[in-house]
């Protein structure tokens, strides 16, 4: 787990391999061809690069619209301006109307942490997870990344893939499976489970390596769908093991946590703790910084691990 | 999803044939019959559902009825049809007139509009793309119709296809700024395809536009955003058939504004700020369609 990458890097160069296979691939941006990495698309399919400017409604009306004429759009931008500002549009235009719009939210959770709230998207899970017919993916790494980016461009409807910009090593095991509502169990274990997403996961990894040198032993499970979610795999753990953590980059108000712990709650309670930004806008700070802040480390979920055993 | 009607589709062609074949005074007497049907339509059809907004409806089913009798390349019998103009109703809130237009056409039987926002019908207050044939994306909520219509614009560029997107925005509703991003893109990108028309009856639900917030000089402001702009009068079927034909040139998309009368047809109904969602009682139901009947052919 020693090297690390950047997750719109593999998105890039993913996006830019179905292109060149699929003519039906276009991208849609809002002036953000640097941050969203689109400058290899453009430079071989300028003119399947829209860029709208900076206007997030229209460009998701734009992606809609693009659909309804056969193509798969990818919309890329920032992800709180993506989710905050064009809400309405997401709703509406792409998940009401069925369209195959591929919303990418680049850059998420804490990844612009020095330039304050109005730019950390911690938000968008909750958000986007309560429109229906729209599915929710958050990759952990590059593997991932790039599966999202297959997957999507080859179902029939829309989703939302939250690109990292956060550097994270590979944890994908070879050959796992990439499925909606289907989760990755990264490591065995009976005592308690943590499940995460996103960057979380490799510090999952590390949380559970330094407990079992403790002789406990976490059961590490990736969630890269918020939804449709795996409740076989959240209620396995609830039913297997003495409590849950779950772990995201977001607020805990409606994301990851809150989706486990109301189908927990209602099949098979158990003992959970929710580790995310706790219903607060964020200081401003590092990326780094505001993940320490908050607990979002391996040291933070070994804590939580340990109360939840304790309590 | 709601099914073709075969008998409603060979009578829309017929009428279409013969829309065609006529001379301009004819043309006129025929697409006037076809809104005067669909005024009547809809006053039934929010009478039966006790809610409605028969102001906007009235306004704009001139507008429909042109582009759906004699204007739009379509086929009621495959609504996907890839090469069919796409046609967008931003004011979501006038389906009604888009749906007695749509029934008109056959893409369902007419009979399907009895159950116009009854429980679980098809027909629900603003149009479903999923559910109804012939509405290309979902509107309701506000100032959405123009970008969608540019992406399909886009599109049928980047497909070279001769395809053109219209798409109906209620006066009021430019006061959403989603709209004027999607102009700046539109006369950017250069998009001759793409007609948008106004429906400019002037009154929006709380009173005039132009008390709540002014949107003249409206043409300045389209022409300002790169549009080809062509003023006409919004019951003169003559003249939006005119301005519908009309395919800018140099690249510009265009602008028709094309000025009506909310609640038209229907004089205690007209320019009266309230019946943009009142219900009529029985006795005005009469009323209405009496006066339609004398003034319709």
Known sequence: MSETYDCRQAFAEELLALARRDARI???????VGSSNLGGFREEFPDRLINVGIAEQDMVGVGAGLANGGFIPFVCAAAPFLTGRALEQIKADVAYSQAPVILCGMSPGMAYGELGPTHHSIEDLSWLRAIANLPVVVPADPIQTRAAVRWAAGHTGPAYLRIGRFKVPVTTPAHAPFEPGRAIRLTDGDDAAVIAAGTMVSRALSAAEHLRKEGVHARVIDMPFIDPLDEGAVLEAARTTRGIVTAEEGTVSGGLGAAVASTVVQHCPVRMRILGVPHVFAPTGSPGFLLEHFGLTAEGIVRAVRELLAA | MLKPDPVAIEAWRARRAALLAANAADQEMLLRQSSTELRRTVIRMVERAGMGHLGGDL????????????????????????????????????????YATLAACGYFAPAQLETFMAPLSALNGHPNRTKVPGVETNTGPLGHGLPVAVGCALAARMQGSARRTFVVLGDGELQEGSNWEAAMAA??????????IVDRNRLQQGASTEETNRLDPLSDKWRSFGWEVREVD???????????????????PLTVIAHTVKGKGVSFMENRVEWHHKVPTAPQVIAALEELQETGS
């Open chain 2, 59 to 98: 306004s704009v089913i001139d507008i429909l009825a042109t582009l759906f009798g004699a204007v739009l390349r379509l086929d009621p019998n495959d609504a996907h049809w890839p090469e069919r103009d796409r046609f967008i109703l931003s004011k979501g809130h006038s389906a009604a007139a888009l």
């Open chain 2, 187 to 196: 006369g950017h990108y250069e998009l001759a395809n793409l007609t948008a």
């Open chain 2, 234 to 252: 919004g019951h003169d079927h003559v003249d939006l058939l005119h301005a519908f034909r009309h395919l800018p040139r140099r690249g510009k």
């Open chain 1, 26 to 32: 276009v991208a849609v941006c809002n002036d953000s």
